[in-house]
Nanobody
Framework: QVQLVESGGGLVQAGGSLRLSCAAS????????MAWFRQAPGKEREFVAN???????YYRDSVKGRFTISRDNAKNTVYLQMNSLKPEDTAVYYC???????????????WGQGTQVTVSS
C-alpha cells in the first residue's frame, strides 16, 4: 500500500513558476513509476509526466521544456517543477504511482488527493 500527499499548488501569474511535491509512504517507493496527472474543470484527467525507478522521464508535448519531474528515493518524494506557466495549465494536479511504466490513468494504482494550480493571465 502506498499513500501519496501532494503539496505546493497555488495561484500564480502567467510566466511564473511553482514546484509541486508528492510525499509517499512505504518502503518500496523506489520500485514505483511516479507520475503527475492533471484535471481541468469539465475535462478528463490527463498525463503530464512520469519518472521511472531508474530516472527516465517522459512528458506530454505541451509541457516539454517547461516542466521537470524528478524524484528523491531517499526522501520518498517526487517533484514537478513548473516554469513558464500558462493559463491552460490551470488544473488540479495529482500524483500517482504504478508498477508499470505507462501513461494512462488506468495504469496507476495509487493516487493523491490533488493540489490546485491556478494560472492567471
Amino acid at each position: 500500500q502506498v499513500q501519496l500527499v501532494e503539496s505546493g499548488g497555488g495561484l500564480v501569474q502567467a510566466g511564473g513558476s511553482l514546484r509541486l511535491s508528492c510525499a509517499a509512504s512505504g518502503r518500496t517507493f523506489s520500485r514505483y513509476v511516479m507520475a503527475w496527472f492533471r484535471q481541468a474543470p469539465g475535462k478528463e484527467r490527463e498525463f503530464v509526466a512520469n519518472v521511472h525507478w531508474i530516472g527516465n522521464e517522459y512528458y506530454r508535448d505541451s509541457v516539454k521544456g517547461r516542466f521537470t519531474i524528478s524524484r528523491d528515493n531517499a526522501k520518498n518524494t517526487v517533484y514537478l517543477q513548473m516554469n513558464s506557466l500558462k493559463p491552460e495549465d490551470t488544473a488540479v494536479y495529482y500524483c500517482a504511482a504504478a508498477t508499470r511504466a505507462l501513461r494512462t490513468v488506468e495504469s496507476y494504482d495509487y493516487w493523491g488527493q490533488g493540489t490546485q494550480v491556478t494560472v492567471s493571465s
